[in-house]
Nanobody, 126 residues
Framework: QVHLVESGGGSVQSGGSLRLSCVTS???????MGWFRQAPGKEREGVAQ???????VYADSVKGRFTISQDIGKNTVYLEMNDLKPEDTAMYYC?????????????????????WGQGTQVTVSS
């Protein structure tokens, strides 16, 4: 059973940066690791995903500002967030899926992720 633990959230001012970390107890033989976020009163949305083949994909709203990466030796997936905006304020979740990203590089649905972390709060003030 894969177990995920996120960390790195906090409160920053607009334009600031944060790096989120997600430590996984193990990896599926092939996998996609994703970051999602959910703001109060809004639906959960995909932010960035990376798979075991090295494919990456980002939501349009974070392209050029956020970077997803992984350190397999440390069982950790990162989300580097720069130029943060108030609209980035949300609970951020790490999730694991046994699916790979499609070749056309679109975010895959949250329903395909079967393991979730507890979340870490990111708050950006103007």
């Amino acid at each position: 059973q894969v177990h995920l633990v996120e960390s790195g959230g906090g409160s920053v001012q607009s334009g600031g940066s944060l790096r989120l970390s997600c430590v996984t107890s193990e990896y599926y033989p092939s996998y996609c690791m994703g970051w999602f976020r959910q703001a109060p009163g809004k639906e959960r949305e995909g932010v960035a995903q990376i798979d075991s083949e090295g494919k990456l994909v980002y939501a349009d709203s974070v392209k050029g500002r956020f970077t997803i990466s992984q350190d397999i030796g440390k069982n950790t997936v990162y989300l580097e967030m720069n130029d943060l905006k108030p609209e980035d304020t949300a609970m951020y979740y790490c999730a694991a899926s046994k699916w790979l990203l499609p070749d056309r590089l679109v975010l895959i649905s949250s329903i395909l992720f079967d393991t979730w972390g507890q979340g870490t709060q990111v708050t950006v003030s103007s």
